[in-house]
């Protein structure tokens, strides 16, 4: 991939926070109640946001009573997120290399930033270093099937999903995406490659999900059409093992 993909990020983040900044409805309807379910109480509880971004997801942590640290490579998100939160932390940094101590966090999260790491297996590795001995990693990701797929869908007459040709599933790969002025690159990576990541760790998993809109929700969101058939993403927490 010519692009550096951090180059790419810094160029987006204007459009990102424009766009972004309140969450997409796949983030606070689909991502959001399940993430918040599983953090469950974070009263006094020391958390780190691997790839916060402006820091949504990492306030709405703050506001439930956790102590807040935030990670991201790109200044502009970190800036913000620190004007948002004065109460917070927010540290500029890639997820592969964290400037954080060993055992430090009761709950390490990561949403939706997985596929945005090349080297997702030191990330993995440093979430793990960071997270204290029984304490839990709490992971959003784009699903490997969707992340798979090639931009040929073929629609119904309701526009529905009904055709997700999946290319070349097991060949890991970037791919660059655009849509609203944001341009990244995006790693597709089979399932297999991240459980083989986690795995390698002295881990439990404690949750899988893969979110779908309920009748109800899609009544009154109809966009959600495609969400019913095709999963965007998934949900695991992890546990680390005490020693
Ligand atoms: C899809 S956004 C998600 C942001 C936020 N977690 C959210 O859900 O709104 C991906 C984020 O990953 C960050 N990122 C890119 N490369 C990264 C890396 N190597 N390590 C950690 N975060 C990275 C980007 O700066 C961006 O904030």
Redesign the pocket.
């Known amino acids: 991939m010519s692009q550096n ?2 180059s790419l ?1 810094n160029a987006s ?1 204007d459009a ?1 926070m424009t766009r ?1 900044e309140k ?1 997409d409805i796949n ?1 606070t309807h689909l ?1 959001d109640p399940i993430m918040l379910l599983r953090a469950s109480d974070v009263t006094g509880k020391k958390v780190v ?9 990492s306030r709405m942590l703050g506001q439930r009573g956790a102590f807040i640290t935030g ?4 200044p502009a ?1 970190i800036e913000r997120a620190q004007s948002l939160d004065p109460a917070g932390r927010y540290i500029v ?4 290399s964290l400037p954080l101590e060993d055992d430090e966090f009761d709950l390490t ?5 997985l ?5 997702y297996q030191s ?1 993995i590795a440093e979430m793990v270093r960071v997270t204290r001995p029984g304490g839990r990693i709490l992971i ?1 990701n784009l699903n490997p099937s969707y992340t798979a797929t090639d931009e040929q869908w073929t629609y119904n007459k309701e526009k529905s999903q009904v055709d997700l040709p999946i290319a070349n599933y097991f060949d890991a790969r970037g791919v660059r995406v655009q849509w609203c002025g944001i341009d ?1 690159i995006n790693y597709h990576r089979p399932l297999r490659d991240y459980f083989a990541a986690f795995l390698s760790h002295p881990l439990r998993l404690t949750y899988f999900e893969e979110p779908r809109p309920s009748e109800e929700l899609l009544e009154a969101h109809p966009s959600f059409i495609t969400a019913r058939t095709m999963p965007y993403f998934q949900i695991f927490e992890w546990v680390k093992s005490q020693p």
């Open positions: 993909p951090q990020w983040a990102w972004l969450g983030r991502l946001d691997i790839g916060c971004g402006e820091g949504r997801f990670i991201d490579p790109t998100f940094s890639g997820g592969e999260v990561c949403y939706v930033v596929i945005d790491i090349e080297d990330a959003a990244v």
